[in-house]
């Protein structure tokens, strides 16, 4: 069996189709249009496995679509693909609006023309899992429930807005059409292959090189961690036992301000990778201007998936930080090859010199 699953060169979904491989003979086939984000280096130890077929191609080109659709007929489809960092979207929204709501639009309609003439059998277990995020929910004041999957949207940035959008898109054509879908609503991940425009892994990155630690506003905002393979695995989960028309709250139970997220990291780092002074990488932090917009509090009820589904992450902050350190320090190379020209450029434009 077969499934298709896109934007899988980025971050979630690579390390979703390592995760995956690991433990499944299921071949996956991976459309990425492989833009700034998406990164062949994190799918490299796949070269030749005949279970990974990559595909480089636009989940809006619906001709692409339908031919790989026909050719290898995935059981499932996984989408992950999209623009995916709030600070671009508010340099940058029309490529969001392209790929997160267009991009999903078009994808749906030939995953709908697909399914619609598959064998009865086979039209009854198939299903198109879609991969959102906490955001589209909006923000929390520090006394406020975490959000539940009846919490009502309220998207506050042009990447939550386009992702909330694709959510919407994705509910109307189970209702209208059918369709059988299944969507996710994940918190903030971490952990290997995530792209150094990030919080974790741009502090991670600058610590090591010396120069500043970018902290936006007071540092105090709220997001709810979670380490990237305990989402991989909720979505299995999902995938293998949602219930058709439902969407699942995944997080860490892991709610921490940014500045706590950033000066644990940096005790981590003291600790795996001493500064040669002596001194400790928290002196690095540096308060910059805020984001406009920003929201202030993320966190996730994650209880409907653990009841429903037995869904629980395995890692808390402290391990899965570790890891990513861990991860980070032995990957140069890695690094080294998604810090190319283009990385510089936006660093340069969001931060200055
Ligand atoms: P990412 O930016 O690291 O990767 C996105 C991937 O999608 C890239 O490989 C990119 O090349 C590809 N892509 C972009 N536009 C495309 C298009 N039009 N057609 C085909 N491929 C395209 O993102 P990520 O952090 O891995 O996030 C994956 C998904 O999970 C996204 O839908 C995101 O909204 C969601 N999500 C992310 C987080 C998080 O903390 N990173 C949390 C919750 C949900
Ligand atoms: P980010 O990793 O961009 O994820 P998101 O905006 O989707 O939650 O940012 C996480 C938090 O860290 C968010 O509150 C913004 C903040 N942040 C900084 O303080 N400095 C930075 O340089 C970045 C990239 C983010």
């Keep these: 069996m077969t499934i298709l699953v896109t934007g899988c060169a980025g971050f979630i979904g690579s390390n979703f189709v390592h995760t995956w491989l690991a433990s499944s003979d299921e071949t996956v086939i991976n459309l990425d249009k492989l833009t700034y984000a998406g990164n062949l280096a994190n799918l490299k130890s796949l070269q030749g496995d005949a279970r990974h077929v990559f595909v480089h191609g636009d989940i809006g080109d619906r001709a692409l679509v339908d031919q790989l659709l026909r050719e290898h007929q995935p059981r499932a489809v996984l989408n992950f693909a999209a623009e995916s960092h709030v600070d671009r979207s508010i340099h940058g929204p029309g490529e969001f609006i392209q790929t997160n709501v267009m991009g999903t639009f078009h994808l749906l309609e030939s995953v709908r023309a697909y399914w619609q003439v598959l064998p009865e059998t086979q039209r009854q277990s198939f299903r198109f899992l879609h991969v959102s995020t906490d955001e589209v929910y909006g923000t929390l004041s520090p006394t406020d429930p975490p959000f539940a999957e009846t919490k009502n ?201």
Excluded: M
Aim: proline share 5%; hydrophobic share 35%.
């Design 153 to 353: 949207y309220e998207p506050n940035s042009p990447y939550s807005a386009s992702k909330a959008a694709s959510d919407h898109l994705v509910r109307a054509w189970h209702h209208t059409y059918g369709l059988p879908v299944l969507t996710t609503n994940c918190s903030n991940n971490y952990g290997p292959f995530h792209f150094p425009e990030k919080l974790i892994p741009l502090v991670l990155l600058n610590a090591l090189a010396g120069k500043a630690l970018p902290i936006y506003g007071d540092g105090q905002q709220v997001r709810d961690w979670l380490y990237v393979q305990d989402h991989c695995r909720a979505i299995t989960r999902v995938l293998d036992a949602g219930k058709v028309g439902e969407t699942y709250n995944i997080g860490g139970w892991n709610e921490k301000p940014n500045l706590e997220v950033v000066n644990t990291l940096c005790a981590v780092l003291d600790e795996l990778k001493p500064r040669a002074d002596g001194k400790n990488y928290a002196e690095q932090i540096t308060y910059v201007k805020d984001r406009p917009g920003h929201d202030r509090r993320y966190a996730i009820d994650a209880r409907k998936v653990e009841r429903e589904l037995g869904w629980r992450p395995e890692e808390t902050f402290e391990t899965g930080i570790r890891k990513t350190v861990a991860w980070y320090l032995i990957n140069q190379a890695w690094v080294e090859d998604v810090t190319s020209g283009a990385y510089r450029q936006w660093v340069g434009q969001q931060y200055g010199a």
